[in-house]
């Protein structure tokens, strides 16, 4: 059995490192802005960050068919401006350990939809690994928060859902750009909408002087600004180029590492305790990394 990591996968892995971060950051964040005004500071955050890296590049921007823009555009509209929310309204509603059991279906829909769309599988080694990663984040994060009602939790299940499968589809639906084009200018192209539609709609809801002080809030507020920078600059880039270098199931597993990560990086920052549970479950899932890193 040897390692056999290729691009993609450290892409992948890369992915896990600067979600956990973004996430710690974003839920430290939600205590003085909503989902909504959240989703539209760091997807601001993203596109100038898009847009000094292409500069910064020097190279010519690609040149996309109508088709490809159309692909992108669905693209942005499931995965950022609507997956985006119901992701920060499930982690809101939901907390960081519930939230992260009902993301393991993230991976169960790249499984399924990778499947139906491309006829992609991986190796079964890789299932089992997997099934590893998964079931350490349900061990590890398995206790429900006595602060949240039935009607939360359930609302948070309902959003969290919605955010992995609409994700999910918007990943796979763009592999074949991403075989032609570079993977920032995509990027550029898939948040940038995805912003311009966030903030349309945050006007439309809270008018000028809601969305004027959502980002001065924002742009003002450290820990938002980082996130952004991690969660959404870093780990979209990283993201996509592990979905464009590597087949879809494996980096599906290595993203759901990133729960793990933040498990680890809670006790490290936040002196969260580390409990035996959670040693077991960051083991198992780690072990599950190993296993589809062998298949």
Not at 5 to 19: E, K, P, Q, R
Not at 70 to 83: E, P, W, Y
Not at 134 to 140: E, R, T, Y
């Amino acid at each position: 059995m040897e390692f056999q990591l290729n691009t993609g996968d450290l892409y992948a892995i890369l992915t896990s490192f600067c979600w956990a971060s973004g996430v710690i950051l974003f839920q430290v964040s939600g205590r003085i802005l909503g989902s909504m005004h959240i989703n539209v500071v760091k997807n601001t955050i993203g596109v100038i960050g898009f847009i000094l890296f292409l500069i910064i590049q020097g190279h010519s921007f690609p040149i996309f068919t109508y088709n490809e823009m159309a692909i992108l555009t669905v693209s942005a509209v499931l995965g950022v401006a609507i997956g985006d929310y119901f992701y920060l309204s499930a982690l809101r509603n939901l907390g960081a350990g519930l939230n992260a059991i009902v993301g393991t279906t993230f991976s169960i829909s790249i499984f399924i939809l990778s499947y139906l769309m491309f006829g992609e599988v991986i190796a079964l080694r890789g299932y089992f690994g997997g099934i590893l990663v998964i079931s350490g984040i349900v061990i590890a994060t398995v206790e429900i928060p006595k602060n949240k009602s039935r009607k939360d939790i359930t609302q948070g299940i309902i959003f969290g859902l919605i955010a992995q499968v609409l994700t999910a589809f918007s990943v796979l639906m763009i592999k074949p750009v991403m075989a032609v084009h570079p993977v920032v200018p995509i990027a550029l192209i898939r948040f940038g909408i995805g912003a311009l539609l966030g903030v349309l709609f945050l006007y439309y809801m809270e008018g000028t002087n809601n969305l004027i002080k959502t980002y001065k809030k924002g742009f003002s507020h450290a820990p938002l600004v980082l996130g952004a920078f991690f969660g959404t600059f870093l780990s979209v880039i990283f993201w996509l180029a592990g979905y464009k270098y590597t087949l879809a199931g494996r980096a599906a597993i290595y993203n759901q590492l990133s729960t793990i990560l933040i498990i680890l990086m809670a006790a490290l920052f936040l002196k969260e305790k580390m409990n035996k549970r959670k040693w077991f479950a960051v083991c198992c899932a780690l072990s599950g990394a190993i296993l589809v890193s062998t298949a």
